[in-house]
Each structure stands twice: as C-alpha cells, then as structure tokens.
C-alpha cells in the first residue's frame, strides 16, 4: 500500500558537490561535512508509514432541506484511530462533481497524535437534486516524506446531500391569482347568467327551450347564458442559451433559477386547482426525454392522458440538463461569452432574422402590426416568440420566468399586452455583482424591467439573497388585491 | 474543484514558501558577508530579483501586452545584475587581493578569489531560485516567452550598435588616420570602392556603377509607390478606374525600366572596360559624350539615386509594417512591438547617460585593477574610446547586457526544456543546488566551521520545504490550513540537520580527515559508507 519517493537526490548531489570541492581546494572539513547530507538520505531511507496507522471519517452535512443556490455546510471529521503519531496525514473529500464549493476547502493537511482528529469544513452551493458524495481519500505520509500511503475511507454520517425544490408546505396559499377558476365571455352558450335568446335550431338542448314563451307565441326560443371558460395559466420559462449566465460560479443560473420558481408556482397552483400550462422556451431536442414539439417548443397541457406531473418534470429536468450541456460543451469559452452583454448577439439576430424569413408577409406578420390597445406599436417579435403566441390560448393568462438579460423577453411581454394576455413576469437577478460587465448588464436589465411595467405587465423582480417564495408571496399578493 | 483531482493551478503553500525564502536569503546573506563582497552582490541580487519578474511577467495570460512591456523594462537591469555579480566580482576581488607580495602566493589567491566568487554567483542564484519559488513560475512555456521578449528587446540595441560601430570603423579606417599595416589597405580598398559609386572620376563616363545605381533607385521606387495604398485612396467615381489604370501603368512602366537598366549593367560594364573614353567619344559625338559625361560622372545625381533608394525601402518597410499590424488585435500587437519599444527605450538612455557614465565606468574598472594592469587597461582602452565614441560604446554596452540577459534566460529554458530540472520544483532546486554550491565554496575560505554546516543544513532544507510545499499545493492547495503539518515537517528536517552538523564537526573535531596528519582515509571511507547507505535506499 505505501509507496517509496526518491526526494533526496539534491542531498545526493549535494554531497558529491562537498566531496569535490573538498578534494580540489583540499579542505579535509568538507569531507567531514558530507555527514549532513548523508544524514538526510539515511534519514529518508529509514522512513515508513507507520504500519498501524487507522483513519475513521465521519460527514455532516449541517444544512437541512437546502434551497437551491443556498449555501451548504459540510464538516468532515478525520480522527487518527491507530497508536502511532501520524505527522502529515492530507484529506480530499470527495464532493459531488456537479456542485461547487464555494466556501472553505473539501482538502486539508495535518499532524494528528493517536487520538486526535481535524475537522475540514467547506459550504457547497445546492442545486436541485440529490448528489452522493465520494469517499474521502487520505494520504499519510512519514516525517520524512519519502514514502506515500493513500487510502480511501469509508465516511460514516451523511453520504449525500439532496435539495428538493418542492416541500411540504404551500407557500402561495395566500397568494391569488387575477382570474384564478372561471372567466365570464362575452359569448352565448350553456352557463349560469342570462345573456340572450334567439330562434330555436334544431340540436339545441330542450332544457333551454323557453317553455314560457312557446306557451304565449307558440314559437320556439333558446335562452342563452353566459358562457363561462376555465382560465388556463401558461407558466413560460425562458431557457434560451443567452439566459444561461450565473452570477457567481457553481450558482444557479439564470434559465435554472427561472424552472425553479416555475416549479413552485406549478405546484402551488396545482394545490389550488388552478388549471396551469408549462412551455419551456429554447431548448434543444436532446436536452428533454421525449423530444420537443413540432414547434420546437416544450408545452405541457394539464389533464389529457394523466402525465401531466411526468412531462412537467422532465421539462424541469430538461432545463437543468439544458444548462450542464451548455457548461461542459463551452467550458473554455463560457466565461468570456457570459460576461458578455447578451443584448448585442440579440440584437444581431435580430437585425439578421428578417431576410432570412422565406416565408412572405403571413397572416402571422400581419398579426405583428396589429395596433397594441394603448396605440402603440408592437415591437418586432422573432420564431419562438411568434409560435408561443401562436399557440397561447385565447382566454389565458402568462406567467414569464426570464432573467431579462436580452431583448427577448420584453418583446415577448411587449406582444403579450398588445393582445391582452394579463402577464406576470418573474425575473431573478442574476446582475448582481461589482464587476463592471455586470453593472453595465445590471443597468440594461432594470431598463427592460422597467419597459416591461410600462407595457402592462407585473414584475415580480426576485432577488437572489432572499428566497423565491419570499418573493412571489410578496409580490404576488401585493399585486394581485386590487 | 471536483472530486479527488489536484487542485487546479496549483501554487505552493505559504508557510513552506514562507520557510524557503528566509532560509534562502538567511544563508545567501550570512555567506555572502563572510566572503566580504557586499556592494556585487547586492546588485545581483537585484538582478536575480528582476530576472525572476521578467519570467513572472512573461507568464501573464489576461495582460498578455502588459506583461510583455514590464518583462522588456526588466531585462536591462538582468543584464546589470549579472555583469556585476560575475565580472564585478571578481574585478572587486583582484582589486582587493592582487598584488601579491610573492609568486608563490599567487595559486592560493587565485582558488580564495574563485571561491569567494563562487559564494557570491551562488548566493545570487539561490536568491533568484527562491524567488520564483514564491509562485512556482518557471516552466518552460514561460520561458520560451520570456527568451522571445528577451530577443525581441534586444535586437533594436544590437543592430543599432553594429551600424554605429560599422560606421565608426568605416570612418576611421578611410580617414587613414591608422598607423601603416594592415588598416591602410583595407581603408584604401573601401575608399575605392565609396568613391567608385558617389565620388566618381569627373574625367571620363562611369556608365556601369551609374546603371547599378539608377536601376536600384528605379526598383526601390516602384517598391515605394506600389506598397503605398494609392489606389484604394482614390474616390470612387466614373473616372477612378481610368486614374487607376494610369497609375498601375505608371508602376509597371518604373519596374521594367529598373529592370532593363539593372541589366544594362553587365553591357555598360564591358564597354567601359573594352572601349577606352577616347574611342567612345568618337563614336558618340562630342555632344552626346559631354551629355553622358555629365550625367553619369555627377555626384548629385548619385546622391539622388542613394536617397531614392533609401526612400524606397523605407516606405516599403513601414507599409509592409502597417499592413501587418492592423491585422492583428491590439493584445497581440502590444505584446510584439513592446519589447521592440523597450529597446527603443534602452537606445534613449545609452544616448542620454553614455557621455557621462562610460568614462567613468572605464576609470572604474582601471581603477579596480591592480597595478600595471590598469595603465596597460587604460592604453587599450584610450584609442577604443576615440575611434567609437561615448555614445556607440554605451550603445555597444547597453546591447551587450540585453545579450547577456537574453543567453541567461534561454539557458535557464534550455535546461528546463530537456527535463534536466523538473519545471515543477525549479525553483526550489536551483535555490536549494546554488547554496549547496555556495556553502561548499565558503568551506574553502576562513569561514567558521558551524557556518558551513548551518549553510548546508539551510541548502537542504529550502529542498525539503519548498519540494514539500509544492507537492502539498498541488494536492491539498493554498485554501485549506496547513500550516501545522508544514512546521512539523521542517522542524524534523532541521533537526535531522542539526544531527548531521554534530556528527561532522565530531569527525572534523577529532581529526580523522586532517590531511596533514594523514588519515584522510577514514573520511573518503565515511563517504563511501554514505554512498552505500544512499544506494540501499534509492534502491
């Protein structure tokens, strides 16, 4: 198990230097001086790891049911179990590949008496899900350095740390919705309210023939109610490439943060028998289990063959998977591109995308110059946004999850308002930070937010320092009483 | 930082780090003192201190061009420092052991001033050692840059020196101001050979040097206008295409005149030599041979050619160099041209500073020199400083210690290039085998005995601490504390040290390798003892 190191090949040297010099100059006192580098490499040649040397480890994980992006502590306690002095004992804990440590250091040296243990503590940065750690590995060597023994230990305590996003209490209990349930048309049909009557057609129901009336004028009438509509609420969550930036290393980012707080508010709202839709915009097919739809979109409507809950979670999961694509295919190139203003690789798109349109001017482009309720115009909105709108149903309402660091979002809320959709936007910060990059970012975003307000949406702007939750519920609620 | 890995760009600990320079600087100053060389050492110091920034700055990667332009700003005083901990050295020594009062003493004097040199170019190299052991900077990638800024920087100095000494020769061997000999034939042959082509004979026609020096000055000339962007400078109209047509007629019409007057060279050549000017006036007319007279025996008229020439290449030069440098980005422009600069820098100080300093760095020198040698020293260097002048010596100067900095740089890349040092530990290895070095040489002076040991004991220790802290950097890193662990373990080093100290001041105590008595014996057979003990172990 312990390997021999050659480290004292300068004493070596050393000591042929001596003996030289010594006979050039025919000083007989470094003759006698080799001693000293000879005492080393007896030194190192004496050296072994103690043969009775035990190690036990025991891991804590000190934070309970972690948030995402929430700081985890650790602490890895390494005691020295054998009845030897072990002098230079190094410790690697073996952390979760897919999480960062963002504090303190999973790694430790120290000289541990028999008896004696050293506690390493780090803090990992949670994201959803449960990862297992690895073993730790020790590695113990004599005073002299010049042998090695590396172990693995078996860690007893906590083998994984795991950060659900869901828990047991609703926390948007109190927060309502603007048409949460039904919404009254202006429509004839089958309801509860009065709206008209009209002639008799052949298929209509007989319980809303107008007896009454057919016993007055011998004519046949259907009475219409209002009819009324279940209101669907379209959770989008922006996960295009640009909205995966992080503001600090090993945090979630922008695109995970935003199916994060979807799938709170998902499941919230399933609690309150809100009928909730979830469309994840700018994914790859790769990316979700199943593919996406014929318009490259991910849309998962309640209810149809029961797997409403599945799909949902895959789509989350998508996104996840989404962003670790993206960070192990440009690891070499994230930083540089991250720190970039997404809005001017937007803004080229932009500018390309129209002569690249084969399509000509479609019933869809002629939607985009309808007239926004206020007069004022709608902005120019690219494919994707085109097909959500497309595909929107008439009576819904828009939840948008998006880290607003390009364009895209407030053109899309911009469209949203033009065609009356209520919008809620959520949008985490992840601007924040000294660097100068991201103040100029930061500064565009409150930009966009503040064009958002101005277009008719809620926005619900989410700092990272304060939970999710916190936020909605706040926000949410506040908005929603009027 | 994932898993079990290394660390990801691993430095070494501080502590160790912290134990390797003092015990580096401790012992480099304590046996520097002892061989009684201060001011030297101290200048090298600076410059091992410089050197090591030179390697540091070459590393950049985010200030590629920044680095670039610090690494050529330190290459000058590299030059300094090594000039004067090996050359200063050992003019100090000679100055202070020389003369000696009788021949015999003369080989004994020479091992002390060798040892005592020795100790200092040791003591600055193990400074040099430990410093870039601080960030475990070297490695051979780094030092390639650094050799390359290091050319770079030197190369505007060194060219510069040539045509300014080349100049100052020419000069004085034309000006026959040399004693008879060799000097007069060569002055005579260049004056020859200047005349030939810008004084020419008024007396007769000089057709061939003439056509040599038209048709180059043609050539360079379509050289100069064809680089310039002249027609992507004209605006764009109905009539642009014709201007441009003209002008590249123009240029093709200036290069096959140049051709065909470079050609008639050879022809000219022959005539001149087969037809003597008599025979040439004749056939000529006197009209027309008093016309080529005149213009082909005109010394303006070369002038011109020369300046055209001259004109020529130059704007040809510094498009091509334009060209060049719009088409790289500004990072990689700044790291190329800044050592350039530098030397351009290098160049303005000898300029500025040579008058006063190179006098008196010979008186220096002169004066450092014991006895006859500094009038002979003077003799020599009297008729240098004559013919060159301050300034093309302090040029020279300047471009010889940029040279010397640019050969240390690059054997310190060779080496680490062939894996004779391991790139990893470098540092610590040269520190560690220069006060081996050093301490070995500082037994051979009146140094005390424990100094020695202390000296060996320290050279061994910067080894083991600093190979120590880089095998800890890598796999523990620089965050987690280690601070324990490390004094622990160079406290054992020490004390082992202090172990082998005592038993060889027991043995150099007690005699058993005292030359004079005899035994010497016993302590090769000590030795060979050890050599034993090490072979077990390695085995």
Redesign the interface.
Request: proline share 6%.
């Given at each position: 198990m312990s390997e021999r190191v050659?480290?004292?090949g300068?004493?070596?040297?050393?000591?042929l230097?001596?003996?030289s010099?010594?006979l050039l100059?025919?000083?007989?006192?470094?003759?006698?001086?080799?001693?000293?580098?000879?005492?080393?490499?007896?030194?190192?040649?004496v050296a072994r790891v103690p043969p009775g040397a035990s190690l036990r480890a025991e891991r804590t994980v000190e934070t309970d049911n972690p948030t995402p992006g929430e700081a985890v502590d650790v602490a890895l306690t390494v005691t020295n179990d054998g009845d030897a002095a072990l002098?230079?004992?190094?410790i690697?804990d073996?952390?979760?590949?897919e999480?960062?440590?963002v504090d303190?250091?999973?790694?430790?040296?120290?000289?541990l008496r028999p008896g004696d243990s050293v506690t390493?503590r780090y803090s990992l940065l949670a994201k959803r899900g449960t990862f297992a750690f690895?073993d730790p590995?020790a590695?113990v060597r004599p005073?002299?350095?010049t042998a090695v023994a590396t172990a693995t230990l078996d860690a007893e305590g906590d083998a994984s740390v795991t950060c659900a996003n869901v828990v047991s209490e609703v926390p948007l209990a109190d927060a309502t919705l603007p048409r949460a349930g039904t919404l009254p048309t202006d429509s004839g049909g089958s309801g509860l309210e009065f709206h008209a009557t009209r002639n008799y057609q052949s298929g209509d129901p007989v319980s809303r023939i107008d007896w009454r009336r057919f016993a007055k004028t011998n004519e046949l009438t259907t009475v219409q109610y209002r009819e009324e509509q279940a209101v669907r609420t379209v959770l989008v969550v922006d996960a295009r490439t640009v909205t995966r930036v992080t503001p600090d290393a090993g945090y979630p980012t922008g695109a995970e943060l935003g199916a994060y707080a979807a799938e709170r508010l998902f499941d919230a709202l399933g609690r309150t028998s809100v009928v909730a839709s979830v469309v994840a915009v700018g994914l790859d097919a790769d990316d979700v289990v199943g593919g996406l739809d014929p318009d490259d979109l991910v849309w998962v409507d309640p209810g149809g063959d029961g797997g409403t809950a599945v799909r949902v979670s895959q789509v989350f999961d998508g996104i996840q998977a989404a962003v670790a694509n993206d960070v192990s295919d440009a690891a070499g190139r994230a930083s540089g591109e991250r720190e970039r203003p997404a809005s001017r690789r937007d803004a080229d798109v932009a500018t390309d995308e129209p002569p690249n349109t084969d399509a000509p001017p479609s019933p869809e482009t002629d939607d985009e110059t309808v007239p926004a309720a206020d007069g004022g115009e709608t902005p120019h909105v690219d494919d994707a946004a085109r097909r959500l709108l497309a595909r929107l149903p008439p009576t819904a309402q828009v939840v948008l999850f998006s880290p607003f660091v390009d364009d895209w979002p407030v053109t899309l809320t911009q469209s949203l308002a033009a065609r009356g959709y209520p919008t809620t936007v959520v949008s985490p910060d992840v601007t924040r930070g000294d660097g100068l990059g991201q103040s100029v970012v930061g500064l565009e975003r409150d930009l966009r937010v503040q064009s958002v307000e101005l277009a008719g949406a809620t926005c619900i702007d989410w700092n990272l320092d304060e939970p999710i939750d916190i936020a909605l519920r706040a926000s949410l609620a506040d908005l929603f009483k009027a | 930082m994932t898993g079990h890995d290394a660390v990801d760009d691993p430095e070494p600990t501080r502590t160790s780090t912290l134990v390797v320079v003092l015990a580096s600087v401790l012992t480099a100053a304590t046996l520097v003192r002892a061989a009684d060389v201060v001011w030297p050492a101290l200048l090298g110091a600076m410059g091992a201190v410089t050197l090591a920034g030179v390697v540091w700055a070459s590393g950049w990667e985010r200030h590629e061009a920044a680095g670039s332009v610090l690494a050529s700003v330190l290459v000058l005083p590299v030059g300094v420092g090594i000039v004067a901990a090996t050359a200063g050295t050992v003019l100090v020594l000679a100055g202070g052991l020389f003369p000696v009062p009788s021949a015999a003493d003369v080989p004994g004097t020479v091992i002390a001033l060798t040892a005592r040199a020795a100790v200092v170019t040791g003591a600055v190299a193990a400074v040099f050692g430990a410093t870039t052991a601080t960030r475990g900077v070297l490695d051979a990638d780094t030092l390639e840059d650094a050799t390359t800024t290091a050319v770079r920087t030197a190369v505007v100095p060194f060219c510069l020196a040539i045509l300014l000494a080349g100049s100052a020769a020419l000069q004085f061997l034309e000006s026959n101001a040399a004693g008879p000999g060799i000097q007069t034939v060569v002055g005579d042959v260049l004056r020859g050979i200047t005349s030939l082509f810008f004084q020419p004979d008024p007396l007769g026609p000089h057709l061939p040097t003439f056509a040599v020096m038209a048709g180059a000055a043609l050539l360079a000339a379509h050289r100069g206008v064809h680089a310039l962007p002249i027609t992507e400078l004209l605006p764009e109209n109905e009539t642009g295409d014709d201007y441009r047509e003209r002008i590249e007629a123009g240029q093709r019409r200036l290069f096959w005149a140049g051709l065909v007057v470079v050609a008639a060279a050879p022809i000219a050549a022959i005539v001149h030599l087969a037809v003597p000017p008599r025979q040439l006036r004749a056939a000529l007319g006197s009209g027309l041979y008093d016309v080529v007279l005149a213009v082909t025996a005109n010394p303006a008229l070369r002038s011109l050619a020369w300046w055209l020439i001259l004109c020529g290449v130059a704007v040809a030069g510094v498009v091509w160099l334009l060209r060049r440098l719009v088409q790289s980005s500004p990072d990689r422009i700044g790291s190329v041209l800044a050592p350039f600069a530098g030397g351009v820098g290098v160049v303005a100080l000898a300029f500025a500073v040579s008058d006063n300093t190179v006098f008196k760095s010979v008186a220096w020198v002169a004066d450092q020199l014991p006895g006859k040698f500094s009038v002979q020293f003077m003799d020599a260097a009297t008729p240098v400083m004559n013919v060159y002048g301050f300034t093309t010596i302090g040029v020279a100067a300047a471009a010889a210690l940029l040279f010397l900095a640019t050969v240390a740089v690059s054997a310190l890349w060779a080496v680490l290039a062939t894996g004779y040092v391991e790139g990893r530990t470098a540092g610590v290895t040269i520190a560690s085998l220069a006060l081996f070095n050093t301490a070995a040489f500082a037994g051979v002076l009146d140094v005390s005995n424990v100094l020695v040991l202390g000296a060996l004991v320290g050279a061994v220790l910067v080894w083991d601490a600093g190979e120590f802290g880089v095998t800890l950097g890598q796999e523990v890193g620089r965050l987690a504390n280690t601070r324990r662990a490390e004094l622990v373990h160079a406290t054992g080093t020490l004390a082992v040290g202090g172990v082998g100290a005592g038993v060889a001041l027991l043995i150099g105590g007690v005699g058993a390798v005292d030359a004079s008595t005899g035994p010497v014996a016993l302590g090769l057979v000590a030795v060979l003892g050890g050599l034993l003990l090490l072979v077990v172990a390695l085995r």
């Open positions: 050659g480290r004292w300068v004493a070596l040297v050393g000591a230097t001596l003996v010099v010594g100059a025919a000083e007989p006192f470094l003759l006698a001086a080799t001693a000293v580098p000879l005492a080393y490499v007896l030194y190192g040649a002098t230079d004992v190094r690697v073996g952390v979760p590949g999480l960062t440590v303190g250091s999973p790694r430790a040296c120290e000289s390493v690895d590995v590695r005073l002299a350095a | -």
